[in-house]
């Protein structure tokens, strides 16, 4: 099985602008959750949703929102960027079926820098 | 939520066991133990997960006393390529929102 992809590998942006990252979870796999880590604040757990619905929320602003499709892969979009977003967004999914195991396969991550 | 406390770093030479041990005073009673493992400008990996007593797979072993209130992840016989920082969760799995990876422990192995 093809492991988590995340699109765009790197962006660069400027403050004000918005942003859309994307992730293709492992087939078969239908909960997908978002983190974002820097170095000063570690990794931190963004959102999940499962079956194109947000079952859980970290403690961001509305700035970040996100979404899943029919087939599992997911977006997240970043609004009015601010120098502080600048991170490597990871995304990883799960399988849900396996309830005594229930790692997170996660994607190399998109690297962001706000300008 | 079960906050976890981890050495911020640890040492090796490569050839060596390393011991990584995690606090988790306040673990609840369905939750689990996991450890994933992270390279620079990548996601982390997955090493082992377990709830009590030790589990053991191809890479690592993972000791939980009775109490279950720490854990110790065992990498035997370090290489060059085990140097990345080791992150130590407690939560029940499907509680994506309550996993927490805190700060980790960067672990460098020396040749």
């Known amino acids: 099985k093809a492991g988590v992809t995340q699109t765009p590998r790197y962006l660069i942006k400027t403050r004000g602008q918005q942003v859309t990252l994307s992730c293709s979870p492992i087939s078969g796999h239908r909960s997908v959750s978002w983190y974002q880590q820097t170095p000063g604040q570690g990794l931190q757990f963004l959102f999940e949703y499962f079956s194109e619905t947000q079952r859980n929320k970290g403690n961001f602003p509305g700035r970040f929102s996100g979404r899943q499709f029919s087939n599992s892969r997911s977006e997240m979009n970043v609004s009015t960027l601010e120098l502080g977003d600048s991170a490597l967004y990871l995304c990883?999914?799960?399988?849900?079926?396996?309830?005594?195991?229930?790692?997170?396969?996660f994607g190399s991550g998109t690297q962001l820098s706000v300008l | 939520l079960a906050k976890t406390t981890q050495p911020i770093s640890m040492d090796s030479y490569e050839g060596q066991e390393v011991n990584i041990t995690c606090s988790h005073n306040n673990i609840a009673t369905n939750d689990y133990i996991t450890w994933y493992q992270q390279f620079p400008s990548q996601g982390p990996r997955f090493i082992i997960q377990g709830y009590k007593t030790k589990v053991t797979n191809e890479v690592a072993s993972l000791f939980i006393p009775a109490d279950r209130k720490s854990s110790t992840l065992s990498l035997p016989r370090v290489s060059l390529s085990d140097t990345a920082v080791y992150y130590c969760l407690v939560g029940a799995p499907e509680n994506t929102d309550k996993l927490i990876f805190g700060t980790g422990t960067r672990l460098q192995v020396f040749p």
């Open positions: 990883a999914s799960r399988d849900e079926g396996q309830t005594l195991n229930e790692k997170l396969f």
